[in-house]
């Protein structure tokens, strides 16, 4: 096969390179190699017209707000993403402020401002305070399976509500009061799914949930938007070096291909978009979502990849979570709120309601979001799941958006419930489906359980020990990270610096396809 492409890459010396998406990963990576002698001949191919993956800003109800990433978790000196924000000067004072910096958080979650009842009642604080020190226990206890030969359950969730069991026996209090507890404990498993993209965290497991770790500092957003961010790494690129609507359709690798440009020159890797254009390459660098991946799999590679490799990418578990923004006449908070924390009374950790979920749905909400900059905007999320539907296939996706604006039109009298019948109904909305993109740039994979392939996914993944991703709370600053690392690149090499675990794992993510060949000096 030979290259359809327009014309022939620059005339720079060194192997001519390809990144294969524009995300957080795909730029960082195409910064590091720019800045390298070794690496002029390079291009990033982007499938849609825009670059930053799920790193989105945008100008709504009169400022601006994030359709996806939100805040970068641990802004120290030990996370690529806040050294890049602080050098580009994105960040407010207070953010950069040391004593900002030195804040231990142990990577929960901060306490709700207020937490309501379902009934409408104020729900005390102190009960709140003692079921979130029981949880996030709990959870600090799973990160201790790591390095063990045999975790007691395939599951946090399991774990978790095992633990609960044992806690909840010796309760003392009056049957009301107990399933108040179990109904606090529920909304805070709300949020670890939130935080671990999940509807259920008996599909994480347990043996790698240690791999989560955190870095120091209070978790802080961008004033101009998360998508500054990217803008500034875009700038800092040569011109033209992005390519945009150029999907990928196949990467052929593991051959040698011939461009009449470069004529006697051999290409080991072909990449195919889906308008026939073809790019001949020296190494590919594919940072595409591993959703793409795994919806792509058999068509994506060719020839495919081996099965024990092809089998991890299949198992490893993906989720989907979705952001409603609210705009109301006047807040029905307090001006120094910031989180208000939902809690339905009849719910528990320990009973299973997923055959009934897309009826209650609503129940996985985590609360309202508090946006600090706008008066009157909140956000909610939740998992994609917790609409009660999946996103495979054409129908299910019409389901999912109707039972997003079914969650829209019913807001109103949610919380109108929980703020004792005051109705409240918002102003106006804005839905974020983060799964209907047909790339998956904004959906987060996560160590799935039963962790059914671990042989696999250690021929698959690349554990090195990188000081940047080892330390790393969220995808955003690991993707970066990984995005940059560039020892150990080959000849004739597909390598794969986007994310397969959400639970941050501190994977150098990369797939090696070839074998034999020479490493790139310098």
């Not at 359950?153 to 909840?168: C, D, F, T």
């Not at 296939?393 to 109108?416: E, F, H, N, P, T």
């Not at 955003?476 to 597909?494: D, E, Q, T």
Request: proline share 6%.
């Amino acid at each position: 096969m030979e290259s359809s492409g327009g014309r022939a890459e620059g005339s720079g010396r060194g192997p001519r390179v390809l990144v294969v998406g524009s995300g957080i990963a795909g730029l960082g990576a195409a910064q590091r190699l720019c800045r390298h002698p070794a690496f002029q001949q390079l291009r990033v191919l982007e499938a849609t017209a825009r670059a930053g993956g799920r790193i989105r800003s945008e100008r709504g109800f009169g400022g601006v707000v994030e359709l996806g990433a939100h805040w970068i978790h641990g802004p120290s000196q030990g996370n690529p993403v806040f050294q890049l924000a602080a050098k580009y000067q994105l960040l407010g004072e207070k953010d950069l402020s040391e004593e900002n910096q030195l804040i231990e958080t142990g990577g929960h979650v901060g306490l709700p401002s207020v937490s309501y009842a379902s009934s409408g009642v104020s729900v005390s604080r102190e009960l709140v305070v003692e079921m979130a020190s029981l949880f996030y226990s709990l959870i600090d206890q799973t990160r201790e399976f790591l390095h063990m030969a045999d975790a007691p359950v395939p599951s946090v969730g399991e774990y978790l509500k095992k633990e609960i069991r044992q806690h909840a026996a010796g309760w003392t209090e009056d049957e009301e009061t107990r399933k108040l507890k179990l109904a606090i404990l529920n909304s805070f498993f709300n949020v670890e799914c939130c935080v671990s993209g999940t509807h259920s965290m008996d599909l994480v497991a347990l043996a790698p949930f240690g791999e989560y770790t955190v870095l120091p500092g209070l978790d802080c957003t961008f004033p101009g938007g998360y998508q500054g961010l990217t803008n500034c790494i875009m700038a800092s690129l040569p011109e033209d070096v992005i390519v945009f609507n150029k999907p990928v359709k196949t990467i052929h690798w593991n051959g040698s291909f011939q461009e009449a440009l470069s004529p006697g020159e051999r290409f080991p890797v072909l990449v195919e978009c889906e308008d026939r254009t073809c790019f001949p390459a020296h190494h590919v660098i594919i940072t595409v979502p591993l959703g793409f991946l795994k919806e792509h799999l058999d068509t994506f590679f060719e020839p495919p990849l081996p099965p024990q490799k092809a089998e991890a990418i299949r198992k490893i578990g993906f989720g989907t979570s979705n952001k409603i923004f609210l705009e109301f006449e006047e807040p029905f908070w307090e001006p120094d709120c910031r989180h208000i924390q939902v809690v339905w009374e009849d719910t528990s950790p320990l009973e299973d309601v997923t055959s009934g979920l897309q009826h209650v749905w609503f129940k996985k909400l985590i609360g309202f979001l508090v946006l600090p900059s706008f008066a009157y905007v909140c956000f909610l999320s939740f998992s994609e799941e917790a609409s009660g539907v999946s996103s495979e296939g054409a129908d299910s996706l019409a389901l999912v958006l109707l039972r997003i604006q079914q969650c829209i039109d019913s807001l109103g009298g949610i919380s109108g419930g929980f703020l004792g019948g005051i109705p409240r109904a918002p102003q106006s909305a804005d839905n974020r489906h983060w799964g209907l993109n047909h790339c998956r740039d904004r959906q987060k994979p996560l160590v799935g359980s039963p962790l059914v392939c671990l042989r696999s996914l250690n021929e698959l993944v690349a554990w090195r020990a990188c000081s940047i991703s080892k330390k790393i709370f969220t995808e955003i600053p690991r993707k970066l990270g990984c995005g940059g690392y560039r020892r150990n690149l080959k000849h004739g090499s597909v390598c794969n610096w986007e994310t397969i675990f959400k639970l941050d794992a501190v994977i150098e993510q990369h797939i090696l396809l070839s074998q034999k060949s020479k490493p790139i000096s310098g």
